[in-house]
């Protein structure tokens, strides 16, 4: 291993390295941590230092882990490239979980620090005016985390995701919710630019696969458990059972503690998470987990497992322990990786790009001017863009490569949490849908093991995603009374109690059908009146146009299934013929006298056979006359004897020839 030096930058008074035997141990002095590599016996002198900014929430997994994974990218480059001429020197600001302070670092860091580029922010919030200030002073903002696709429509160039937009799991998201048949899906997500970046591509997605989104619960950042508690209500009462939730583990851990609470972890509702809970899923709270969060299923960035990845996670377990003791098991999740993978393109970048002009042009200040008016313009941020817009390199997640200033979507895992962990059931990739495993050639749809999904409430079979009743409601059924075709329904009144008793054919079906269905139903009969067919009078439309209005919930009757009326309300299959039929007169027209015998001789009939007398007598003629006599003579006489030929073949076809 080649011994590192970490030192502290000047400005920051402390200057700590221990011997050669490469432990370190630091002392986190100050906001600045400068962090130079180089190896044994490198000309120091000839490295150029080059400033980059690090924003990113320290208290927070995702910061830590982030932070620790650059500075170990950073060393595992420069001591594989030790003649690289440029070492980057990180500066590295604690955002503390606040927007402001994600800005008023990322200005301090342009302004004063002037860095070719800033790692980070975080939070897809914090990002957000972050953005516009790279843009602004043509600072590369590259974040391995902010991944709300709203944040591109802010369209600066100088955004560089080292990571996917949430987005690219909306495909996958729909395929499940096909798969499974669910019509209706409710999206549950945080209140803020983070949850609502999905939304839109998620309902598109849900659209094309014909899924309706029949509300959607949008849950404060800062909601209160109360106030979770009464969203989950809301949703309660619903008929929906199916819900999408798209938020953060901190918040999405207590949504489910909460859901679990009031029986919503139970049987018959279908949980699906984004990749924003599943992802991170390792580093929650495995209690939660194992409590509330059961027979949830989940979409998940899928990284290929690579020796060059295990090697990563083991070293970088033991670096990190060694310098956080107190933190026990550490995990990484795939943000790591990303870190990862976006120092490494960004030091590969800075190297490319050389280090003429790493200044910035200030402006003049005037008497009045802010912070922001006279912040810096680098003169190196379209080059240095430039050179990570064509990067590509083999990173830990795979191969690195940024279309349109982000990751290219790929694969996503389909997992269902059993016990403490989320347990793999599929895949899902862009070109082939959901997969059982990669490597199968089984290229059909929907192929997943379907079966193996342990769903809330321990249940195995595939929830249906809705409830008919789930507040007791009941059922409002009309049912025609009129004056005939009594077979089919007949409504009679009990006067003395203003009561109505239903019976017939079409009632019994319906109630059959009712008791048919593993669920119970509660439904009221409402008689509805018939005028007496005028046209004045109440008709069959007329009870439909009450269903399409929603003023009852169905029609049981005789009721015929007529193109426009199918317009307006789904019927059921015809379970029954109308028993209407439609008498027409025929008229017989073939004719029955002596001559029938002749019908089917018809024309071309007769045409052929008159062909085929003269043909016969030609070839008969073209054979004999040659040899024989009696084909001879005038011409009449050879037409006659050659046509009485092929005359006579018909006639005397079984006896001696006479003529010959
Ligand atoms: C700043 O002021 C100096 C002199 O006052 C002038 O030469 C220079 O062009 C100004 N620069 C800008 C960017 O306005
Ligand atoms: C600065 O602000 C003061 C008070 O608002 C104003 O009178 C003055 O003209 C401003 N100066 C410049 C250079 O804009
Ligand atoms: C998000 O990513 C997907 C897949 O990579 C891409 O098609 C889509 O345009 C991206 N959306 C935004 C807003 O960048
Ligand atoms: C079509 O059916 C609807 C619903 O029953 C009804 O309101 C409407 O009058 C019908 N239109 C025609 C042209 O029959």
Redesign the pocket.
Known sequence: MIPSRISFDAEMLLFLALSFSAVIVTFCVGPTLAVAQSSNNNNNATTIPVNVGVVLDLETWVGQMGLSCITMSLSDFYSSNPSYKTRLVLNVRDSKRDEVAAAAAALDLIKNEQVQAIIGPQGSMQADFVIHLGNKSHVPIISFSATS?????IRSSYFV?AA?????QVNAISTVIQAFGWKEAVLVYVDNKFGE?IIP?LTNALEEVGTQVPYRSLISPSATDDQILQELYKLMTMQTRVFIVHMLPTLGSRLFAKAKEVGMMSEGYVWILTNGITDLLSSMDSSIVASSMQGVLGIKTYIPDTPSLDNFMARWKMKFQKENPSILNPTLNIFGYRAYDAARALAMAIEEMGTTNLTFQVMNASTNATDLDTIGVSQNGQKLLQELANMTFTGLTGNVRL??G????SMFQIVNINGYAAREIGFWT?EKGLLRDLYSFNTSKYFINLISIIWPGDSTSVPKGWEISPNGKRLKILVPKKDSFFQFVTVTQDPSRNTFQVTGYCIDIFQAVIEKLPYDVAYDFIPFFFTDGSSAGSTYNDMIDQVFYKNYDAVVGDTTIIANRSLYVDFTLPYTESGVAMLVPYKDSKSKNAWVFLKPLTWDLWLTTGCFFVFIALVVWILEHQINEEFRGSIAHQVGTSFWFSFSTMVFAQSNHPSL
């Open positions: 696709p709203s944040l591109s429509s995701r996917q937009n949430d987005s690219s970046g591509s279309v349109d982000q990751l290219e979507s862009l």
